[in-house]
């Protein structure tokens, strides 16, 4: 049975807001700030490509598909604990 209370409702509130924050700031990190500075990056290289490049075209894609993972398994070990999982 789930605990309807305030306080585990703003738990729950707290810990998912914290959640979309960080993915929000690894989604920034990875959608701007790295293609931004693409040029320094190129400097050194991964697999034979530069840096920079690899980035762009593999590294941000493979970063936003484990965000979507990370942030599906951890809400829903939110929602678990805090008994409003469907």
């Given at each position: 049975?789930?605990?309807?209370?305030?306080?585990?409702?703003?738990?729950?509130?707290?810990?998912?807001?914290?959640?979309?924050?960080?993915?929000?700031?690894?989604?920034?990190?990875?959608?701007?700030?790295?293609?931004?500075?693409?040029?320094?990056?190129?400097?050194?290289?991964?697999?034979?490509?530069?840096?920079?490049y690899?980035?762009?075209?593999?590294?941000?894609?493979?970063?936003?598909?484990?965000?979507?993972?990370?942030?599906?398994?951890?809400?829903?070990?939110?929602?678990?604990?805090?008994?409003?999982?469907?």
């Amino acid at each position: 049975m789930a605990d309807n209370s305030a306080q585990n409702r703003a738990e729950h509130w707290r810990k998912t807001r914290n959640l979309t924050i960080l993915i929000l700031v690894l989604w920034a990190i990875f959608g701007i700030i790295i293609p931004y500075n693409a040029d320094v990056l190129n400097s050194m290289s991964f697999l034979g490509f530069p840096l920079g490049y690899w980035f762009c075209v593999q590294g941000s894609l493979i970063a936003f598909v484990l965000m979507i993972w990370f942030q599906n398994w951890r809400q829903d070990t939110i929602d678990d604990e805090h008994g409003v999982s469907e």
